[in-house]
């Protein structure tokens, strides 16, 4: 029976830590690097494809919600004490 390592890595981690135990010249780890990404992005692209269909939003949509100016603008805590200041007899309990 095969032992089970408990360690903090997920699955995912542990199998391509056991795949290269025996180490990797700086060519091949920049390449698992480079297929590594790659896989990384075509997973973030599928699901946003996914979201997208789910959403019945297209291409054109999607690039106008990346460059639109979605930030809340706050007001400055004590800008706002100043221009709203505490009711008589009621402290701030800061």
Same mark, same amino acid.
């Given at each position: 029976?095969?032992?089970? /390592?408990?360690?903090?890595?997920?699955?995912?981690?542990?199998?391509? /830590?056991?795949?290269?135990?025996?180490?990797?010249?700086?060519?091949? %780890?920049?390449?698992?690097?480079?297929l590594l990404v790659e896989f990384r992005f075509? /997973? %973030?692209?599928?699901?946003?494809?996914?979201?997208?269909?789910?959403?019945?939003?297209?291409?054109?949509?999607?690039?106008?919600? #990346?460059?639109?100016?979605?930030?809340t603008a706050y007001r400055s805590k004590q800008? #706002?004490?100043?221009?709203?200041?505490p009711a008589a007899g009621h402290e701030s #309990?800061?």
């Amino acid at each position: 029976m095969e032992a089970v /390592l408990q360690t903090p890595f997920n699955a995912a981690q542990v199998e391509i /830590l056991q795949l290269f135990s025996q180490g990797l010249s700086n060519e091949q %780890l920049e390449e698992l690097r480079h297929l590594l990404v790659e896989f990384r992005f075509k /997973l %973030l692209d599928d699901h946003l494809e996914n979201v997208a269909k789910q959403k019945g939003l297209n291409v054109e949509q999607i690039n106008k919600a #990346s460059q639109e100016h979605r930030r809340t603008a706050y007001r400055s805590k004590q800008r #706002s004490i100043q221009q709203n200041p505490p009711a008589a007899g009621h402290e701030s #309990s800061h």
